[in-house]
């Protein structure tokens, strides 16, 4: 069982940069791989960010790359995501997920939520 806690999530103007976390629970953290995903209201969830077991493979979503980063602390069971040049339509909720699969966008935990909100 994996519990997972976003958090960094508020208000900025566009422009503007945030950066998420979210703590996991768990010792088998360093087992998972781990993504980003948002919803804004009114819209499907979106694939923003997904980050290897390892931390040394990335992949994002086409309306974030090259702003957004992702990152990994297995040391302290932590996933990070940064977010830079943010525009209002990053507004959204953030979710944190995880997945015991190498292969498989199916996501066995996920977390709560954080509210990101960009005005311009």
């Known amino acids: 069982q994996v519990q997972l806690v976003e958090s960094g999530g508020g208000s900025v103007k566009a422009g503007g940069s945030l950066r998420l976390s979210c703590a996991a629970s768990?010792?088998?953290?360093?087992?998972?791989?781990m993504a980003w995903f948002r919803q804004a209201p009114g819209k499907e969830r979106e694939f923003v960010a997904r980050?290897?077991?390892?931390?040394?493979?990335?992949y994002y979503g086409g309306s974030v790359r090259g702003r957004f980063t992702v990152s990994r602390d297995n040391a302290k069971t932590t996933v990070y995501l940064q977010m830079n040049s943010l525009k209002p339509e990053d507004t959204a909720v953030y979710y944190c997920?995880?997945?015991?699969?190498?292969?498989?966008?199916?996501?066995?935990?996920w977390g709560q939520g954080t509210q990101v909100t960009v005005s311009s």
């Open positions: 997920a995880a997945t015991a699969s190498r292969s498989s966008n199916s996501y066995e935990y």
């Open positions: 768990g010792r088998t953290f360093s087992t998972y791989d």
């Open positions: 980050i290897a077991w390892s931390g040394r493979i990335t």
